[in-house]
């Protein structure tokens, strides 16, 4: 039922229940004191989650968080038990840190004895999980974890312009929270603040914004908009496809991403078969999800190469090239939680309003602090230029600027300029050059392009080591450069490459 909660609502709070360790029969009341939504009502939702767990066990599967609780349980009993995991895992590494949830920090625990080599990053102004469990101050406790740990804080930002990380340093000051962050980039613009008086106006604004901002050096992949709600992208994807701007699909996001890298971190054909029988049919994955449809391009991929040497890697190179995958260029819409861990040029934050910023949902104050950490991570995904937008009306409700929304000053930021000794080693370098150098950067960077196309690491479309073969080589023709690389990647961009030597030669 959408109106009382739907299923994305009661998983949700199915894990935040498993996250805090706390059983369906208090999970509601826990949920109220947490001043979070209780979707269908306490007492149909106590039904449906004792129900969840009843169909587990009956069908006996378990998911993450009954795992993680079974290895806490056992562990707690059995002092072997945990000896035995701790051997086995001798050194940890945990990434997010930020994010961890109580029930994932108690597995720590268990996986951490006195001397580990355990090591932690995370950003606690980049915590914006709260909604499903996770717990901010856990990350506070973590330097106490164990006597000796050594913080290292890393308060450098090399993607943002000053400007840009100001903005954002304000506006978690405006909860009262404090941010560190320092550029180290020159000065850029001045981040654009801009008042619509209601969404049809705003919707304009936003579409001349990226018509504006697409030119001569930068492409529609560099632009994005981001906003609080889902609602509110799809507006702005109609408004902007109805103008003409091409948009890039889900393919861009992180579950397109990891698909990709699981597919291509496999080994051989095989391996590449297996992954896609698992995927396509088990039953357990819907056209919609990234796994599948990367899947379904395994599929095809070993059906067009049926003969011949083939893995991960040989799979991602044509996944780069093949017209019917790789993407055009685009301008992506996407929620700000969704965005966190990309970033571009250009980035347009709209509706950063009241009602929206902090999100009416957010009730207390724990939950108004995540909203204001949740805009801090949306403004610091724009490199180069920002602009933000709010209106005095959206749809039946009076708006007007985020409570969290800094004044925007026309003073401009400025570093200092790099020491004399680095501007003479820069300079030095750029003298002593050589044409070998200028060749490994310019092919770097075509890799680096082609696989911001296909959402994949730049090695997944050519190795270091073949790299470094064709500027020794300097193939000349197609098979020459299939013999330092492979017959798949000469057949599919061989053209490209030889244009870049050949251009390199002449140069």
Same mark, same amino acid.
């Not at 990380?165 to 001045?190: E, H, N, P, Y």
């Not at 001569?216 to 992208?233: C, E, F, P, Y």
């Not at 067009?304 to 040497?309: A, L, P, T, V």
């Given at each position: ?32 004191? &947490? ?37 806490? @349980?056992?562990? !707690? ?25 109580? $029930? ?21 102004? +980049? ?26 804080? *890393? ?18 000051? !405006? ?10 980039? $020159?000065?850029? +613009? ?47 994807? !109609? ?56 899947a379904k391009y395994?599929? +095809?991929? $070993? ?48 509706g950063m309003e009241?009602?929206? $910023? ?21 403004? %610091? ?42 501007? /003479?080693l820069s300079a030095?370098?750029?003298? !002593?050059? %050589?044409?070998? /150098? *200028?060749?490994?950067? @310019? ?41 330092? @690389?492979?017959?798949?990647? &000469? ?17």
């Amino acid at each position: 039922d959408a109106k009382s909660g739907g299923i994305y609502d009661v998983l949700t709070a199915v894990d935040w229940a498993h996250a805090h360790m706390i059983t369906p029969t208090k999970a509601a009341e826990k949920l109220a004191e &947490a001043g979070l939504k209780i979707p269908l009502g306490a007492r149909r939702f106590t039904e449906v989650f004792e129900q969840y767990e009843r169909t587990k066990k009956k069908r006996g599967v378990i998911d993450l968080n009954d795992f993680m609780t079974s290895v806490i @349980t056992e562990a !707690k009993k059995d002092p072997r038990f945990t000896e035995s995991i701790r051997f086995q895992y001798r050194h940890i590494s945990v990434d997010e840190a930020q994010d961890m949830n109580p $029930l994932q920090y108690e597995f720590l625990k268990v996986l951490v004895p006195n001397a580990a080599d355990l090591f932690l990053v995370g950003d606690p102004n +980049q915590a914006i999980y709260g909604f499903n469990g996770a717990n901010k101050t856990l990350f506070d406790e973590l330097p106490g974890f164990h006597a000796g740990a050594h913080v290292v804080s *890393l308060p450098s930002n090399y993607r943002c312009t000053p400007e840009i990380v100001q903005m954002a340093v304000d506006t978690l000051a !405006k909860d009262g929270q404090i941010a560190d962050a320092q550029s180290k980039r $020159l000065s850029g +613009q001045v981040v654009r603040l801009e008042r619509c008086s209601d969404e049809t106006a705003e919707l304009k604004l936003i579409t001349k914004l990226v018509q504006r901002a697409e030119n001569g050096q930068r492409t529609w992949n560099d632009i994005a908009v981001l906003v609080r709600v889902n609602t509110l992208a799809e507006s702005i994807r !109609k408004e902007l496809s109805a103008a003409g701007i091409p948009l890039r699909s889900s393919r861009s996001g992180g579950a397109w991403a990891r698909a990709v890298g699981a597919a291509t971190a496999l080994t051989g054909r095989d391996e590449l078969n297996a992954w896609a029988a698992d995927v396509l049919d088990t039953g357990e994955y819907s056209p919609d999800d990234a796994d599948y449809q990367i899947a379904k391009y395994v599929r +095809q991929f $070993l059906d067009e190469h049926r003969s011949g040497g083939v893995d991960g890697r040989t799979f991602g190179s044509w996944l780069v090239t093949s017209a019917d995958v790789a993407e055009p260029d685009g301008v992506e819409v996407l929620t700000f939680h969704a965005a966190k861990g990309r970033e571009w040029s250009y980035v347009i934050v709209a509706g950063m309003e009241k009602g929206l $910023l902090p999100h009416s949902s957010a009730r207390g104050a724990a939950a108004r602090s995540e909203e204001a950490r949740l805009a801090y991570v949306a403004l %610091t995904r724009a490199a180069d230029e920002l602009v933000v937008t709010w209106t005095d009306s959206r749809g039946k409700r009076q708006s007007g600027p985020s409570p969290f929304l800094p004044t925007i000053t026309t003073a401009t930021p400025t570093s200092d300029p790099p020491p004399p000794e680095l501007r /003479e080693l820069s300079a030095s370098r750029a003298k !002593k050059i %050589t044409p070998d /150098e *200028l060749l490994t950067t @310019t092919i770097n960077d075509w890799c680096t392009h082609r696989a911001r196309i296909a959402r994949i690491e730049p090695q997944g479309v050519l190795a270091t080591r073949q790299v470094r073969a064709i500027v020794r080589a300097r193939p000349q023709t197609t098979d020459e450069l299939a013999s330092v @690389t492979d017959v798949v990647f &000469a057949r599919r961009y061989g053209e490209e490459i030889l244009q870049i030597v050949r251009d390199a030669a002449s140069n």
